[in-house]
T-cell receptor
């Protein structure tokens, strides 16, 4: 069965600094999708970034980028120039076989220090 | 477009009662998924509906059930409530069924069981 592991339950970063959130996954499939979702305190979960496994190029969205290492089954999220509004719970998620559900990691709570 | 809406936002029930939660997906979205979120267990998948059919189900007891209507709106029902059912219940919609589709989350229903 596929699994998603986020090894850092909590992290802190100084405002304007760069932080990297880790995510590893286990799968025997070759085609799949990976996501990072952000859940701010008391607010709705939103998609941060989406990566298709068959694309070599790492996805980027403004200050957010990923380091996708397919062979290592690693999918880390880098946040550059951290802002107070980046404080949230971040979930890594995997979507593989069409007939299977999306699998979420347990999340990493990110604190931004002013 | 209006986002995913969930009603009610907050609910307090007592053990043994039953509860029905409602989710209205983004217009045009045909897939609805439900998740239970707790501090200890993170996001746990309950079920996914597409075109009024349950396509996937998580590892929850039969007390948890759901359905989807022809307009894609979905309800989930929990019967014989237990203290451990206290959680944030999230609904997410996507355009199509599974595999790579971005999920758009609602604000959640906070259920407290006394």
């Amino acid at each position: 069965a596929q699994t998603v592991t986020q090894s850092q339950p909590e992290m802190s970063v100084q405002e304007a600094e760069t932080v990297t959130l880790s995510c590893t996954y286990d799968t025997s499939e070759s085609d799949y999708y990976l996501f990072w979702y952000k859940q701010p305190p008391s607010r709705q979960m939103i998609l941060v970034i989406r990566q298709e496994a068959y694309k070599q190029q790492n996805a980027t969205e403004n200050r957010f980028s990923v380091n996708f290492q397919k062979a290592a089954k690693s999918f880390s999220l880098k946040i550059s120039d951290s802002q107070l509004g980046d404080a949230a719970m971040y979930f890594c998620a995997y979507s593989g076989n069409r007939d299977d559900k999306i699998i979420f990691g347990k999340g990493t709570r990110l604190h931004i220090l002013p | 477009k209006a986002g995913v809406t969930q009603t009610p936002r907050y609910l307090i029930k007592t053990r043994g009662q039953q509860v029905t939660l409602s989710c209205s997906p983004i217009s045009g979205h045909r897939s609805v998924s439900w998740y239970q979120q707790t501090p200890g267990q993170g996001l746990q998948f309950l079920f996914e509906y597409f075109s009024e059919t349950q396509r996937n189900k998580g590892n929850f007891p039969g007390r948890f059930s759901g359905r989807q209507f022809s307009n894609s709106r979905s309800e989930m029902n929990v019967s014989t409530l237990e203290l451990g059912d206290s959680a944030l219940y999230l609904c997410a919609s996507s355009l199509e069924y599974g595999y790579g589709d971005t999920q758009y989350f609602g604000p959640g229903t906070r259920l407290t069981v006394l």
